[in-house]
């Protein structure tokens, strides 16, 4: 049995693509071990009994980044003893006589590559997020985009004119970390033309342009996405559910749901990393209780007490809860759109599921990705911030209108209906993604 080492930089939205990815392969008869920083795995739930599991170590091993401090301190420490503790890993399962035959790692991890070939095995590359945002990374490596920037609309091949607030955060420079990151962001591609395979969590249909650019510099180039649960794209996975590998409690929201008409219920959430002060939570509040739709709103413990005083978090109108099921979410018919912090797993879900989306991007590829959303795949409507950097109440409640309630509104479902399709069969046996999924684990039982 071919057995692959799936290595996971540690967060939340790196874990899911390459767990789900990882069922996919197991479905294929590939043996799977899931590894990733003891400090994280820690954190997690709901971590499958069907995948073995590994850790290795960031030098960090209670906390990970907030035992470093900040994220110099935690990635310098991590890229010295990373390498070290993976070697130790592929040496483990050796001599348990499972060894390696691939190592697929996050694109966040290049120093996986070495180590994989200094095993003499297969290594193969996951690009987390999708083929245009890592293209403009692809251009700041290879010289051909300069940091920092100077000219306040950026143009690149093949993709739409941005302005400064369309490009990924780190590039502005407005964080202590900001640097660093940009660096970690730029660095997935140091030595990926030396991978064996290059896998993107995207799909053809969806950026065919840029696909067929990059395919011709890195001609093992793959889309093999979305990679969400297959339960509800293709079946195929039903009897895997649609757990997600998380590092918070689900809450049950289901019945609140259930009793509620079709598409009548904005969700709101802003993943795992956004922390948003308590001038914009009230916004927000505000926004959602004159919005005149139904809303089911994420908002984590540690968040909660930004609340206005008098808002409800238990309605009949709203719900306000810790986290949910996200996949069980959107797919749920009585959702009628999603205000999204646009990371890219959140938006090939609510693609896959055809829920629109209001665009209010937090930091990263958010930005990027927003554009997209809105410009180019026509999938939303992306708010408006102040001279504060806030999002008035006044605003997201007109754009959630405009979603539930105009013809403008249609005409995005309308397109949302249309990319879900496309999504369904790019996983589908005769799509896209589904063929390559299967030329690259055919080669490696070729091996």
Request: aromatic share 10%; with cysteine.
């Amino acid at each position: 049995m071919m057995h692959c080492v799936v290595l996971v930089y540690p967060a939340q939205g790196h874990i899911n693509p390459m767990h789900h990815f990882s069922k996919l392969l197991q479905k294929k008869g590939v043996k799977v071990t899931l590894v990733t920083t003891l400090s994280y795995c820690k954190k997690l739930k709901n971590i499958p009994a069907s995948i073995a599991l590994e850790t290795i170590s960031d030098g960090f091993d209670n906390d990970g980044v907030v035992e470093a401090g900040n994220y110099k301190a935690y990635l310098e420490r991590f890229w010295q003893v990373g390498p070290k503790t993976l070697a130790e890993v592929l040496e483990k399962l050796g001599r348990s006589g499972e060894p390696v035959d691939c190592v697929v790692y996050n694109s966040f991890l290049p120093w996986a590559l070495e180590v994989a070939k200094r095993f003499g095995i297969v290594g193969a590359v996951f690009l987390t997020q999708n083929m245009s945002v890592n293209s403009i990374y692809y251009h700041v490596n290879v010289g051909k985009l300069c940091v920092p920037l100077t000219e306040n609309e950026i143009s690149l091949p093949l993709l739409p004119k941005f302005q400064l607030e369309d490009i990924p955060s780190f590039f502005l420079g407005t964080d202590v970390d900001d640097s660093r990151l940009l660096d970690l962001a730029v660095g997935q591609f140091s030595n990926i033309d030396e991978a064996d395979w290059i896998l993107c969590n995207s799909f053809y249909e969806m950026e065919k342009e840029v696909n067929d650019s990059m395919k011709k510099i890195w001609p093992k180039l793959r889309t093999i996405g979305p990679c969400i649960t297959s339960m509800i794209l293709d079946k195929r996975l039903a009897e895997d559910g649609d757990q997600d590998v998380t590092e918070f409690k689900i809450e049950e929201c289901m019945k609140w749901l259930d009793d509620k008409p079709k598409q009548s219920v904005v969700y709101v959430a802003f993943g795992s990393f956004a922390v948003l002060n308590e001038e914009q939570i009230k916004e927000l509040a505000c926004g959602l209780r004159d919005c005149g739709s139904y809303f089911l709103w994420i908002v984590r413990a540690s968040e909660q007490s930004k609340l206005p005083k008098d808002f409800e978090k238990k309605s009949e109108k709203g719900l306000v809860i810790e986290w949910c099921s996200q996949l069980k979410v959107l797919a749920h018919e009585a959702i009628g759109c999603s205000v999204t912090h646009c990371g890219w797993n959140s938006t090939l879900e609510a693609l896959s599921f055809a829920v629109p989306m209001v665009a209010m991007p937090y930091w990263s590829d958010q930005s990027t990705n927003a554009k997209f959303i809105v410009d180019v795949w026509k999938m939303g409507i992306r708010v408006t911030f102040d001279e504060k950097k806030i999002v008035r109440g006044a605003v997201l409640e007109s754009c959630i209108k405009e979603l539930m309630k105009s013809d403008r509104g249609k005409e995005i479902k309308n397109n949302m209906m249309q990319w879900k399709a496309l999504a369904a069969h790019a996983v589908s046996e005769e799509g896209s993604s589904h063929k390559n999924i299967a030329e690259f684990v055919n080669s490696l039982f070729t091996l």
